[in-house]
């Protein structure tokens, strides 16, 4: 009798440990797979914007040129367009706008040689920073804490199970 309970203890360990992998393997195909979505252009324009305009511009802080937060706001998207398609467009017309920029911050913003599709990208992606919560959660957060925590109750339910450990309490 003893035997069978034994093995019916490890055939139900097996089958919780074959159950937890299976719903860990669900989790993180779902958490990969909800990786790759999102708006394409602004996720494109992040990358552009981090290639080409961090190191001068930020959003919500100061760094050699304005802080972008708010500029979609602030600016028409065409006045935004020509500025980072070919600000010196904006320079030779006397822009009232590019010239404060250029007392303000000492230099006018150089042509980066961008294409039109990069240029909106960019402008996406500053349009859904600025409606982006500011405290927003990592996208892989909560699966992973849900994975943990399955390994966590799994592996303890294991143990429990599995487990032949007596304990014996003395008066």
């Given at each position: 009798m003893h035997r069978r309970g034994n093995l019916w203890q490890r055939g139900l360990a097996g089958s919780l440990v074959f159950?937890?992998?299976?719903?860990?393997?669900?989790?993180?195909?779902?958490?990969?797979s909800s990786q790759g979505e999102g708006d394409g252009p602004a996720l494109e324009g992040k990358a552009i914007f981090?290639?080409?305009?961090?190191?001068?511009h930020a959003i919500?802080?100061?760094l050699v040129g304005p802080d972008l937060k708010g500029v979609i706001a602030r600016r028409e998207?065409?006045?935004?367009?020509?500025?980072?398609?070919?600000?010196?467009?904006?320079?030779?017309?006397?822009?009232?706008?590019?010239k404060a920029n250029l007392e303000k911050f000492g230099m006018s913003?150089?042509?980066?040689?961008?294409?039109e599709q990069q240029t909106e990208a960019v402008i996406a992606y500053l349009k859904t920073a600025?409606?982006?919560?500011?405290?927003?959660r990592p996208a892989q957060l909560v699966p992973t804490l849900a994975i943990g925590?399955?390994?966590?109750?799994?592996?303890?339910?294991?143990?429990?199970?599995?487990?032949?450990?007596?304990?014996?309490?003395?008066?």
């Open positions: 159950l937890l992998i299976v719903t860990v393997w669900a989790l993180a195909a779902t958490s990969a981090g290639q080409k305009c961090a190191t001068c919500g802080r100061q998207e065409a006045w935004l367009k020509t500025q980072i398609l070919s600000p010196s467009v904006l320079k030779a017309k006397n822009d009232p706008t590019a913003m150089p042509d980066l040689g961008l294409t600025e409606t982006a919560p500011a405290a927003a925590l399955l390994v966590i109750v799994g592996l303890t339910l294991t143990g429990l199970i599995v487990g032949n450990k007596r304990v014996e309490v003395r008066p």
